[in-house]
């Protein structure tokens, strides 16, 4: 899994790891509620279809499908999957959640980047 943050430059790195830390801990201790869990479920729908009609362009209708296509036809032997394999992630239930974050969304599981951007005043004396 990869997590970018971005905050604003009135906070820390560290208050904002910290905030982050929390949302994850209350995943981890709690789960998260029906509500969320069928947001996500749409979201993830939406952006399924979306990926499936997405292009390049006016060049390339339908990239996303013929991608899908043929990472299933080649990893998988099973192109049909793009009209199945929604259903497995819709299927995901609370406690399946709470279980993958307790297992895997762990401290010291975690490698951190911080990127900063170079101050303007930075540059010009380079």
Known sequence: MTTRVMHKPEYSSE?????????I????????SADELEQLKVKWRSDYFATLEGGRGGYMPKFGLMHLLACFTLFDN????VNTILDGFIAVTREEIQAAAKKYL????????FR????????EAA
Do not use: C, S
């Open 78 to 81: 099973e192109p049909q999957l």
């Open 15 to 23: 208050a904002t790891l910290e905030a982050f830390d929390a949302v």
């Open 25 to 32: 801990r209350e995943i981890r201790e709690n789960g998260i």
């Open 116 to 123: 900063t951007p170079v101050k303007a005043n930075a540059k």
């Open 106 to 113: 762990r401290n010291e599981k975690r490698a951190i980047v």
